[in-house]
């Protein structure tokens, strides 16, 4: 069973920065497309950044683009999501979730997420 | 690639068959997964490339649709299945984009 356990979350003033990590277990972690998706509060999915199994490839969203980086340390089963130049609006709890790929049409979808870490940037 | 769910909310009785409809601004093929999401719980995958059943979940969930226009259908409301429901695209590997979510509500 694939389990993924974020932590990192915490209260951050605007302007300032966070590291977020996803610990995971279960899976072949150098080979799974990693993704952070956030939430805010009463508000629904915001997908942020996908790195895929070897670190090679990196994507964004645009509200965090320039701002934050995705990285992975597959000798320790982690993914990891570098937060700066925070601003309020990036209040959310964030998921971190594995790419499952289906090799019938060639796509992929989140099977696995774990519970979220919560992220307060607040004066 | 932006992603617009109708309706935004849903007001429906068990035993009713309940539509979900998801919208790409372009096409997507079959590069579109349903999730359902409980109040304090992640989400949950449901349907993976628009219409197949992910492992686990019961029959009455089906998804259907290519290229724009997409369905996930309840056959008959269970009350477990008042929740939020999100579609999701991923025909760019990469960059995903959620729907705005429907959120299904007891009548």
């Known amino acids: 069973e694939v389990q993924l356990l974020e932590s990192g979350g915490g209260l951050a003033r605007p302007g300032g920065s966070l590291r977020l990590s996803c610990a995971a277990s279960?899976?072949?972690?150098?080979?799974?497309?990693m993704s952070w998706v956030r939430q805010a509060p009463g508000k629904g999915l915001e997908w942020v950044s996908t790195l895929t199994g070897n670190g090679g490839s990196e994507t964004y969203g645009d509200s965090v683009k320039g701002r934050f980086a995705v990285s992975r340390d597959n000798s320790k089963n982690t993914l990891y999501l570098q937060m700066n130049s925070l601003r309020a609006e990036d209040t959310a709890i964030y998921y971190c979730?594995?790419?499952?790929?289906?090799?019938?049409?060639?796509?992929?979808?989140?099977?696995?997420w774990g519970q979220g870490t919560l992220v307060t940037v607040s004066s | 690639i932006q992603m617009t769910q109708s309706p935004s909310s849903l007001s429906a009785s068990v035993g009713d068959r309940v539509t979900i409809t998801c919208r790409a601004s372009?096409?997507?093929?079959?590069?579109l997964n349903w999730y359902q999401q409980k109040p304090g719980k992640a989400p949950v995958v449901l349907i993976y490339a628009a219409s197949s059943l992910q492992s686990g979940v019961p029959s009455r969930f089906s998804g259907s649709g290519s290229g724009t226009d997409f369905t996930l259908t309840i056959s008959s409301l269970q009350p477990e299945d008042f929740a939020t429901y999100y579609c999701q695209q991923s025909y760019y590997t990469l960059q995903n984009t959620f729907g705005q979510g429907t959120k299904l509500e007891m009548k």
């Open positions: 979730a594995r790419a499952d790929y289906y090799h019938g049409s060639g796509s992929y979808y989140f099977d696995s």
């Open positions: 279960g899976l072949t972690f150098s080979g799974a497309v």
């Open positions: 372009q096409s997507v093929a079959t590069h």
